[in-house]
């Protein structure tokens, strides 16, 4: 069955028309829209979505939504909203067309509104790549305090995967509206999502008539921690469930359509079976030039892993869908990360290993939660789940750096549909792991009276390959290292940088190196900071309030210790004194203890991220939190001459 669209048989649908609110028609601007300057729960927003609309309807097979958008703006930088892009899929069938676009600007002049339309030489489209188009519209003389106002209707065959409405913007939205009439021939499962929606979104039912209102929405935006903000976006969409038919005997009766995992698996298996990644005769030796064999079903999984990600080059969209058959890409020694990992699951199949895909909706495709029933929509990437050795084992080909067995961070998911042939169903995804970091300085003064910092940066698993990623850049551009270990002070000298990179067969990446502060032992004091080094030595949480939670993607610890040598004829005037702490429901802890003996000051720290995703609730005790911590990470300790050595 074609998953892109679905056609029903005609039939008369008797749908009366629908109005949106008097709001939503063009130049009808009130006062209080005139008067806005800044908003009041977002202070210094550079544009606002006063409101918008959009109302969807059936007419035959094909969807109609019509679309209604005014909005202000605020700040000379919110002058970039002037110019408004409508992409759309179009294909080459012309699955979604746009129409009826209509816009106007509103200026005040003179204590008076003037309005200027758009004329059609400032509405233009653009093709661009992969049946995708855009209609962009440039609205004239746009100013601080300008109200954009656009309209348009889209057409979509495509009633299987209804887009629905996305109440948030990049900017604030005032006021946000959406409503759809239901047909009783087609019937629909609905999702909302986003903890506005669900706690306090406005909703109406009458005779098949939906509506929901949004007011005071946050922007939607990217935050520290938080790069996959768009899974808790406000959102609703729907997937068809079941459609009416005629049956000569029965009369109209209700067809489920996917109404089962399995149903939803086989479909997707016998795509992958038509592209030849389900093998289960040994592959021609000409297509892959490496020994299959092993000891163990494990060895033949490495080499078979290492093969693909150091042999061919990784590149296009991480998709559910190959384009390339397995023998068109074992031939052209290219493909996509989904592709890759079907490509292995070939590979490992036609030499008998108990393997299957699991395909997974990945962190920032827009969902927070997975959808528990079969809704194809929420899937965009492939993991592999192999059972090597009697063990279960998941593999991922996304990151050309990263060793065996390790799973991109985006794919660090609850669960997942596994793909097993009229058993396909929900399976948990855990991938446990420890990536922790240590940190440790020795301190001391050279004969020279140079202030020597001996420090070392062992960073484990995924922390280890994010240090391998600054070692490529640090390939491509060298300096890049020594730049960043110095942070800009022009008075030190980073040197004897030593690397140790033992990601694949200890989980670990150390960087060692020397930090050089030229005649430092001459000054009466001796100040310096001895865990510059550390994530969080500044707060990153510096805003005043918070639209998202915080997603530290894992659990891990930092741990520092340094030592440091009192030099003879010093002593210790000032350091940062004992604390330990941790903000209410125990997700984060910071512990600092330092010591003095035999002219040694020891520092010990330990950050603890119990629990990686931080509600928004707890925002400002995490930030207080962090505040605490950053202060302790970058308090310099400082020495006093007390006679000359």
């Known amino acids: 069955?074609?998953?892109?669209?679905?056609?029903?048989?005609?039939?008369?649908?008797?749908?009366?028309?629908?109005?949106?609110?008097?709001?939503?028609?063009?130049?009808?601007?009130?006062?209080?829209?005139?008067?806005?300057?800044?908003?009041?729960?977002?202070?210094?927003?550079?544009?606002?979505?006063?409101?918008?609309?959009?109302?969807t309807q059936f007419f035959g097979d094909v969807l109609e939504t019509k679309y209604f958008v005014r909005l202000k703006i605020l700040t000379e930088a919110g002058k970039e909203y002037g110019d408004i892009r409508i992409r759309f899929y179009s294909g080459d069938d012309r699955v979604e067309e746009i129409s009826g676009i209509k816009a106007q600007i509103t200026n005040?002049?003179?204590?008076?509104?003037?309005?200027?339309?758009?004329?059609?030489?400032?509405?233009?489209?653009?093709?661009?790549?992969?049946g995708m188009k855009e209609y962009r519209i440039s609205f004239p003389n746009v100013q601080i305090g300008s109200i954009i106002e656009y309209q348009y209707k889209k057409s979509d065959k495509n009633q299987v995967f209804l887009d629905g409405w996305t109440f948030q913007n990049p900017i604030p939205t005032l006021y946000s509206e959406y409503q759809i009439k239901m047909i009783p021939q087609l019937q629909y499962k609905m999702m909302g999502q986003g903890y506005n929606f669900t706690t306090r979104a406005e909703s109406t039912n009458s005779d098949g008539l939906y509506t929901w209102k949004l007011r005071n929405l946050y922007s939607s935006k990217e935050e520290p921690y938080m790069k996959n903000y768009r899974d808790y976006v406000d959102r609703?969409?729907?997937?068809?469930?079941?459609?009416?038919?005629?049956?000569?005997?029965?009369?109209?009766?209700?067809?489920?359509?996917?109404?089962?995992?399995?149903?939803?698996?086989?479909?997707?298996?016998?795509?992958?079976?038509?592209?030849?990644?389900?093998?289960?005769?040994?592959?021609?030796?000409?297509?892959?030039?490496?020994?299959?064999?092993?000891?163990?079903?494990?060895?033949?999984?490495?080499?078979?892993?290492?093969?693909?990600?150091?042999?061919?080059q990784n590149e296009g969209e991480d998709w559910i869908y190959p384009e390339?058959?397995?023998n068109q890409l074992l031939n052209s020694k290219t493909g996509s990360p989904g592709e890759l990992v079907l490509a292995l699951m070939g590979i490992l199949?036609?030499?008998?290993?108990?393997?299957?895909?699991?395909?997974?909706?990945?962190?920032?495709?827009?969902?927070?939660?997975?959808?528990?029933?079969?809704?194809?929509?929420?899937?965009?990437e492939i993991l592999l789940l192999t059972k090597l050795d009697g063990e279960l084992q998941f593999l991922d080909l996304s990151d050309p750096l990263a060793p065996f067995g390790y799973v991109d961070l985006d794919k660090h998911v609850k669960a997942g549909l596994l793909l097993k042939e009229e058993e396909s169903s929900l399976v948990p995804i855990t991938i446990r792991h420890?990536?922790?970091?240590?940190?440790?300085?020795?301190i001391e003064l050279d004969s020279a009276k140079n202030l020597v910092m001996k420090n070392s940066i062992r960073n484990s698993i995924y922390r280890g390959l994010n240090t391998a990623h600054l070692m490529k850049r640090e390939n491509n551009d060298p300096g890049f290292l020594k730049e960043l270990l110095a942070g800009g002070n022009?008075?030190?000298?980073?040197?004897?940088?030593?690397?140790?990179?033992?990601?694949?067969?200890?989980?670990?990446?150390?960087?060692?190196?020397?930090r050089v502060l030229p005649n430092f032992g001459e000054a009466e004091t001796l100040i310096f900071n001895p865990l510059q080094y550390s994530s969080f030595a500044e707060n990153p949480f510096t805003q005043d309030f918070r639209i998202y939670p915080v997603d530290f993607e894992y659990s891990f610890n930092e741990t520092y210790n340094a030592n440091i040598q009192i030099p003879e004829g010093y002593e210790v005037d000032d350091y940062p004194l004992a604390e330990n702490i941790s903000i209410q429901g125990d997700y984060i802890r910071f512990s600092f203890q330092p010591s003095i003996m035999d002219n040694m000051l020891k520092i010990t720290a330990r950050l603890e991220v119990r629990n990686p995703l931080i509600p928004v609730q707890r925002y400002g005790d995490l930030k207080f939190f962090m505040e605490s911590v950053a202060a302790k990470l970058s308090a310099p300790v400082v020495l006093k001459k007390v006679a000359n050595p």
């Open 324 to 326: 390339k058959t397995l």
């Open 434 to 442: 420890n990536s922790n970091s240590i940190y440790f300085s020795q």
């Open 349 to 380: 199949k036609s030499v008998g290993i108990e393997c299957d895909p699991v395909l997974i909706g990945s962190k920032g495709y827009g969902r927070s939660e997975l959808v528990p029933f079969p809704f194809l929509n929420q899937f965009d």
């Open 490 to 514: 022009p008075n030190e000298e980073i040197k004897n940088i030593q690397i140790e990179d033992e990601l694949a067969s200890k989980n670990i990446f150390t960087i060692n190196f020397e």
């Open 236 to 312: 609703i969409e729907f997937q068809l469930s079941q459609y009416q038919k005629y049956d000569p005997v029965r009369g109209v009766e209700l067809v489920d359509y996917l109404d089962t995992w399995q149903k939803l698996g086989d479909g997707v298996i016998d795509y992958y079976k038509d592209k030849g990644y389900y093998r289960s005769n040994p592959i021609e030796r000409e297509l892959v030039e490496f020994d299959i064999s092993g000891n163990t079903q494990r060895e033949i999984a490495e080499k078979a892993y290492y093969y693909l990600r150091d042999n061919f």
């Open 108 to 130: 005040v002049e003179n204590g008076k509104p003037q309005v200027t339309k758009v004329e059609k030489d400032g509405i233009f489209l653009v093709d661009l790549a992969n």
């Open 1 to 55: 069955m074609n998953f892109k669209s679905l056609f029903i048989g005609a039939f008369a649908l008797l749908v009366g028309p629908l109005s949106f609110a008097q709001s939503s028609k063009m130049g009808q601007i009130n006062d209080n829209e005139f008067a806005l300057t800044d908003v009041s729960y977002e202070p210094g927003a550079d544009a606002v979505v006063l409101a918008e609309f959009g109302e």
